[in-house]
Each structure stands twice: as C-alpha cells, then as structure tokens.
C-alpha cells in the first residue's frame, strides 16, 4: 500500500472562471511541485481539455483522471469523473445536448480556450459553459453510472452551488457514495448536522481555478499499486470511491 495525494476537482482555462494561466501542462506541473500523485480535471460542463491534460500528466509524472464539474437543472455543481478518457469524452458528447447554449460574453465570463498536449490553443467553446444544464440532480448520479462513471456533490460545505446551501439539507435518498468538502476540517460537524452525511465517503480537493488554489501535499488515498500501473492506480482509486467497475 502506497500513499497517492490527490486533487480531484480542477478547472483549466476552458472554464469561463478559469484564468488563462489554466493549461494542461502548468496544472500537472503545478501539482508535481506540490507533491501530488493523483490530478483530475474537472471543467464546467466540458471535458474537452482532458485529452491535453493527460499526455500534459504523462510528461510530469502525474496520474490524470478525466472528469466534469457539471451544473444541474437546480445550479447545483456535481463532480463526474471517469476511469477511462474515452469514457469521459462519451459523456462530454451526451452533456453537449443538454447544455442550454447562451453565447458566451467574453469581457464579462472570461475565456474558454481548448488546448492541445503543447497548451496551444486550438478552439474555443462559443457558449458560456457555467450556467445550468437541463440535467437534474436526482438522475445525474444514474446517468454519469451510465456512462461508466462516478458522480459526487461537489463542495457541499461552500454557500455558492453547493447541494446543502440549495436544498437545505443533504437528501437521505439520493444514491450519491461520495461528498466533497473544499474544507476538511468541517466535515465532523457537518456529520453532526446532516446525518446522511456520516455514511459517505468524503473527498477534500480544490475547486481551483487559479494555480496557486492548487492543492498542497496533504489529502491522500492508499492504495495498493502491485504490480505498478497508472490505469491500475486509477482503477483501485474508483473502487475506493465506490464505483462499480
């Protein structure tokens, strides 16, 4: 069993709130200076950075996990992410038809730039990507299943788009397996004060959106890594994660 440290909740600078600083190859290099093993990025209703950002992984020695930080029906944000990149680009093309597609205002929202694996810029998205999709928050867990991967809460103890903040409470029902805090010292009293809470598996990561909010070397997973592979660390990564591989 070996440590990974980890940050699972990343934006690029395809995300309008991303700075342009953003790309594949400075976030893995960010997070190898920061003594991470295990990066995710997680855009806004996107997944279209993730091709650059694992060959960006590859070359710093970071295992890559491709994902989505997707808005619901309710502005409520869930982490999707995938054991396979082909997978998460599947998903990246069914969230496409339900995104509502408002022309992005640049001067207001910021960029949206997709790179290539040199963080040369090769496209932008036209439609501001951080406003809700038509996907509610009960079948975004069932639907991202699907699609052969896991969905989470993202920052369910954060005011703004967290599940908590918009319903009030963490609904006992929901199938989610996961909650992610931005703030682990806070998950005891939200244990305390959500009962539905006690049960899940929790993950503390970033939500950055700058390089400097990237994570540090503290948060970490183990995982047994023998014989060593990435996909094999991702694969045992899901599993403690709860997914059904």
């Avoid at 990343?10 to 190898?32: F, K, Y």
């Avoid at 001067?107 to 496209?123: S, V």
């Avoid at 899901?238 to 997914?243: D, K, N, P, S, W």
Wanted: charged share 25%; with cysteine; hydrophobic share 35%.
């Amino acid at each position: 069993m070996n440590k990974y440290y980890y940050d699972l909740h990343i934006h690029s600078c395809l995300s309008p709130c991303g700075d342009n600083d953003m790309t594949p190859n400075n976030i893995a290099g960010m997070g190898t200076l920061n003594g991470l093993n295990i990066m995710a990025l997680t855009d806004h209703n996107t997944s279209k950075n993730c091709p650059a950002f694992f060959k960006a992984a590859k070359k710093n020695g970071i295992i890559p996990v491709a994902g989505m930080e997707l808005t619901t029906a309710e502005d409520i944000h869930a982490v999707c992410l995938f054991p396979e990149l082909e997978s998460a680009m599947e998903f990246d093309s069914f969230v496409e038809k339900h995104r509502m597609l408002i022309p992005n205002r640049k001067d207001i929202f910021g960029d949206q730039y997709i790179l290539d694996e040199n963080d040369e810029i090769i496209g932008e998205d036209e439609y501001l990507l951080s406003n809700a999709t038509d996907i509610t928050i009960d079948d975004v867990y069932e639907i991202t299943k699907s699609h052969g991967g896991i969905c989470y809460p993202a920052h369910v103890d954060r005011e703004s788009n967290g599940i908590i903040a918009t319903l009030g409470t963490f609904p006992e029902y929901m199938a989610f397996k996961v909650a992610e805090f931005r703030d682990g010292g806070k998950i005891d009293g939200y244990n305390e004060k959500y009962p539905a809470l006690k049960d899940k598996i929790k993950v503390v990561s970033s939500d950055a959106h700058f390089l400097w909010d990237i994570k540090e070397k503290k948060e970490y997973f183990e995982i047994d890594d023998e014989p060593y592979s990435s996909s094999l660390v991702r694969k045992k990564l899901f599993e403690i994660l709860g997914a059904e591989l």
